[in-house]
């Protein structure tokens, strides 16, 4: 598909958020067919390049890689109510995911249910567009079957600290400045988790241990500690870099067919 796609004319593009796409973008026959690689993912989590891909770079010579980090939507307020600041955000990620024999968003439930009796803030819970249970309902808590991107993003933004799974909303976390703590809820999320806590953008829990985590870990003194190391960090939404490399392919590519 790919080289039927750049004999058409087109630019290509390949994603990868983890170490197998990765691999996969490091094809040889994929490269040669191959305009752009963004590794969805910061640096500290995926890794350097290493020998074996500088050397297939050089000897094919592309694609262009970038570490383009977390890549979402610019925040755009939901049409319906939040709680009047300061209010905290949970969310599992797609809430699809099975941990310890539960579902994940319903560990997180559980979790933020006990952080807003505790704690007296009100918080916003995404169950996620996988979870096929009710939503439910607890006192303290907003809970949303599912929000878009956009308005994803302005929840979180708008939140003075988040309980997160380990997939994208960590990075984008990372990159709005919202203290969080993770819990890794697929296979591929350790890694990611542990890499974040260890550059200090995070703390880290288990399902069964993220009320606790949250409560202790997340203090103001800890937010703001947070805060700074996050600023000191510099992740960034990747979406104008990855809209700045398209302007110079097209620029680069003026003239030809794009589909």
């Known amino acids: 598909q790919l080289k039927h796609a750049r004999s058409a004319g087109s ?24 305009d752009l690689h963004w590794i969805v993912q910061p640096q500290f989590v995926d890794g350097d390049l290493n020998g074996v891909e500088k050397m297939k770079l050089r000897l094919v010579g592309r694609p262009k890689v970038t570490f383009i980090g977390p890549v979402f939507a610019p925040p755009r307020a939901p049409d319906r109510p939040l709680p009047a600041e300061p209010y905290f955000f949970c969310c599992a990620g797609g809430g699809g995911n099975r941990v310890q024999g539960r579902n994940s968003a319903e560990w997180f439930r559980e979790a933020a249910a006990e952080v807003s009796r505790k704690s007296g803030m009100p918080g916003v819970m995404v169950m996620g567009p996988n979870y096929r249970g009710e939503p439910g309902s607890q006192h303290g808590l907003i809970i949303l079957p599912e929000l878009d991107g956009a308005e994803l993003a302005h929840v979180l933004a708008g939140s003075e600290f988040a309980m997160l799974g380990g997939g994208g909303l960590l990075g984008q976390a990372v990159a709005l400045g919202v203290p969080c703590a993770a819990v890794a809820v697929a296979k ?66 003026a003239g030809s067919q794009w589909t």
């Open 188 to 253: 591929d999320q350790p890694p990611r988790v542990a890499a974040y806590r260890r550059e200090g953008l995070c703390v880290a829990a288990q399902p069964d241990t993220l009320a606790q985590v949250t409560l202790d870990g997340l203090s103001p003194e800890e937010r703001n500690r947070l805060r700074t190391r996050m600023k000191e960090a510099g992740l960034r939404n990747g979406l104008t870099a990855a809209i700045d490399q398209l302007s110079e392919l097209l620029e680069s590519r």
């Open 11 to 34: 630019a290509t593009i390949f994603l990868s958020q983890h170490a197998r796409k990765r691999r996969r973008g490091f094809k040889l026959a994929r490269m040669r067919s191959t």
